[in-house]
């Protein structure tokens, strides 16, 4: 039993240690972005990332697992963020400690296991202990005696602390179907001191109830039904086990605090906050909201990003872009003016990367987007919080503390300020915000983004009973090895022709064949799929894709050009060779070009995206300035004499956490296990590269031949795209080149190498014409300017000129204006002149006859420009404006002398 106060660290590692010593593999945390299924934002429990063997649908090389998983819920049914910061258990971003059994134990074990980890391992009191069981109050499924007979007879918990629930609370259900079973939660009482609505009429503190002093820590979930379309329950031929553990609240209570911001996994992070605004003690209780809330975002923010989540307007994207500014503001709140939260993500970094490996690698590329996000954010911040005091203060003077939808869009759409930041100010000044008013008027400025969840086709829904079929008939697809071989002999274990499962085909359908083993790769890291052909007796299908709907099943499609193929048929299956060396040169060169990258731009680069294709590759990365032409130079000599160097590039699998500790890269948005092959090019003691990779490539450097950058440009805020290619596709893209040269050559008469000498001359003798044909210009305007002298007429003592003109220009425009000025020493002058189509115009006159006679050049513009379709304005003295009717010009200048009169003070 623990008898001394533990830490946050050795809290998590007692449980993963104990469910280890009764044989669980302790497997690593799942991205925060999950794989493979579009119903998730974020993954927001510690089953996520098996819902595909409680489906049925993949397999796992253990029966027994446990983990701490990283989780984001912020969004949907789970949306904690309003809460977060105003009391002490929401959070954004938490951790949930698991164990799951697939068909392994059940009720009996992880009941009785629970119960001893809580009691007798951390030392919680057995008499605070409660727990719930599933009783049916909806249908005919009754009481879980099981469950409850374990609760009664493996453990020693209080009999009346066992209590019952319905379908609401202790029935969990992955979705509509599916899987799903009784669960059983136990509860921990915190004491009739902690319940927040002590003395209120009618209150009764309760398991399940409204107030504060129960609290659930760890679910037991017992997968044991499936449910039907019909609504119908059938029971699993396998029962699986299913629980999560609340770590934050564990740790809260081992650690002896009411709120889990008090526990070691958030209050350093407060107490670096509090040293960097200088507050006391009192001042930072006093603000112990904004210190919560920093503390929970950073966290969240540190691992969105550390997971490959970039700040966007839509998406995941947004969730990270709001967490982060509303941190900010609040930051605000507490005196900060300038960046910090950088600062803090490496405190979570130092705090959470021996748990998290992936976060110490990519520790300059997370402070980095959060530095240049935070930089962003406060060039706006001061003014949108502004513009909302002066929503507030005027809506105050209607006597109403209700901010409309549309304000609440303009501080987002213009001023960068989130909704859920204008409702945190709005609350802290009484105000409530319109938000299904934002909503509507954000839906119909955003129609065309599409929506964040993929529809499925009916076609996928093939695939598994297709796998089904296939092991009914003992069929299996049991081979993938793209890394070795070009060819295999196999045999086609499964078809589907016409969007059903069928058993042949002829010549013209297109077909998606399963072969017993396959050698074509798969899409997958950016690395396009093999084509080639699949040969059977007598008949010939071309492969122009491939693809893995589902894990262990790999579809090959393509069309029949020869035979009938059949089920059962003995194949042969092949690669086209020549495709894939151009996609393993390409893709072995993006692994050189990423170090190069690092080495050039700085060790924050970090891959945001790739294709390998056969043609070239891409590769995106962020950085926030365009690469100079020297920094592309450099890069490519680089990558160039790694290629020269013919380093050996191999690959071995290895355990995840070993190739991380080791400097080992791994690529945001990809979904590693335990066991990762890691792909290094040189010595595996000083290597020029070494990343986790799942692609195929070239065994030596040299291989990959010439390569060349084709492009380089932004693609988006902070991210950059580069485009290159290698051997084939170099060599073209170096002929293209030389033969452009040698056409501009020929045009420009001269030598290929003499070509950027000749093009400077001429760009020299293009300016001096330039030049020329303005002073020509000049001269031209100023004839017709004198000519223009004698309509000068005279009113109420002022010589007043209003005229069209042939002017190349503005800058002309008010040449000739000073050129009047100059000649009448005074007067006011209304020149218009059409330029690239459209109507220009200029008035001017003295400052002493702006002064004296009343005459105001931009009032007087004003209302010239009206009448070609324009806007503008200026000084008394000077104004000019422009339109979209030039048609109108000529009966504007006519308007021109009216209103000076009007104007001119006798």
Known sequence: ??????????????????????????????????????????????????????????????????????????????????????????????????????????????????????????????????????????????????????????????????TFFGRKDNFWEMGETGPCGPCSEIHYDRGPESCDKQGLPGHVCKVNGDCTRYTEIWNLVFIQYN???????????????????????????LQGHSSNYRTDLFWPIIEHVQSMTGQTDAEREANI?????????????TFLIGDGVLPANKGRGYVLRMI??????????????????????????????????????????????????????????????????EVMAALKEKQTTFIPGEDVFFLHDTLGLPPEVTRDVAEENGFTIDKAGYDKIREAHSSDEGSEEMEVDPHDLLYPILQDWMRAQDCKSLGYDPYYSLSVKTCVSGMIRNDSIDSSA?????????????????????????????????????????RRPIEGLVIHIGRVIQGAPAVGDPVTAEVDASRRWDIMRNHTATHLLHRALREVLGSHVAQAGSLVAPERLRFDYNHDEPMTAEQRDRIERIVTQAILANYAVTSREEAYRDALQQGVIALFGEKYGEVVRVLRVGGADAPFSQELCGGTHVNWTGDIGPFVILSEGGIGAGIRRIEATTGRGALQAHHGTRARLEQAGALLNTQPDNVPQRIERLQEELRAAHKEIEQLKRKMARMDFQSLLDNVVDIAGVPVLAAQVDAPDV????????????????????????IDGKPMLIAATTQALAKERGIHAGNLIRDLAKMVGGGGGGRPDMA????????????????????ISKMINT
Not at 292 to 301: L, N
Not at 512 to 529: A, N, P
Not at 891 to 899: F, K, S
Request: include cysteine; proline fraction near 3%; charge should be negative.
């Open 880 to 899: 000019q404006a422009g339109g979209r009717d030039a048609a109108k010009l000529p009966e504007a200048l006519g308007e021109a002398t009216a209103l």
């Open 506 to 546: 002829v010549v013209g359908d297109t077909v998606e064949l399963v072969l017993k083993h396959t050698c074509f790769y798969v899409e997958s890291g950016g690395q396009v799929s093999d084509t080639g052909r699949i040969l059977g007796p007598g008949w010939e299908v071309v492969v122009e894709d491939t």
């Open 324 to 389: 982060l500014r509303r941190a900010v503001r609040f930051g605000r709140k507490l005196g900060f003016t300038t960046p910090f939260m950088h600062e803090l993500a490496g405190l979570v970094i130092k705090m959470m990367g021996d748990v998290f490996p992936e976060l110490p690698t990519r520790t300059d590329f997370i402070k980095a987007t959060i530095l240049n996000e935070e930089k962003r954010f406060l060039r706006t911040l001061d003014q949108g919080l502004a513009r909302l005091d």
């Open 1 to 162: 039993m623990t008898t001394k106060k533990l830490t946050s660290a050795e809290i998590r590692q007692t449980f993963l240690d104990y469910f280890s010593e009764h044989a669980h593999t302790v497997i690593p945390s799942a991205s925060l972005v999950p794989q493979d299924d579009p119903t998730l934002l974020f993954t927001n429990a510690g089953m996520n990332q098996f819902k595909d063997v409680f489906l049925g649908t993949g397999t796992r090389p253990y029966t027994r697992a446990t983990d701490t998983q990283r989780c984001m819920r912020v969004a949907g049914k789970h949306n904690d963020l309003e809460d977060v910061g105003r009391d002490g258990t929401h959070h954004t971003f938490f951790e949930m400690l698991g164990n799951w059994s697939f068909g392994d134990y059940y009720k009996k074990e992880v009941i009785t296991w629970g119960w001893y980890l809580l009691t007798e391992v951390f030392g919680l009191d057995k008499s605070r202990l409660w727990v719930t069981v599933f009783k049916d109050d909806k249908g005919d499924l009754g009481l879980d005696e099981e469950a409850a007979t374990y609760w009664r007879t493996a453990t020693d918990i209080a009999p009346d602390h066992i």
């Open 227 to 253: 449910r039907q379309a019909n609504g119908m329950l059938e029971p699993l031929p396998a029962k699986h086990v299913d629980t999560g553990l609340g770590f934050e609240r564990l740790v809260a209570l």
């Open 289 to 301: 909201i904004a210190y919560r809330v920093i503390a929970d975002h950073i966290r969240a923010v």
């Open 811 to 834: 800058n002309t425009l008010r040449e000739m204006a000073d050129w009047f000025r100059d000649k009448m020493q005074g007067g006011v002058i209304v020149l218009g002149a059409v």
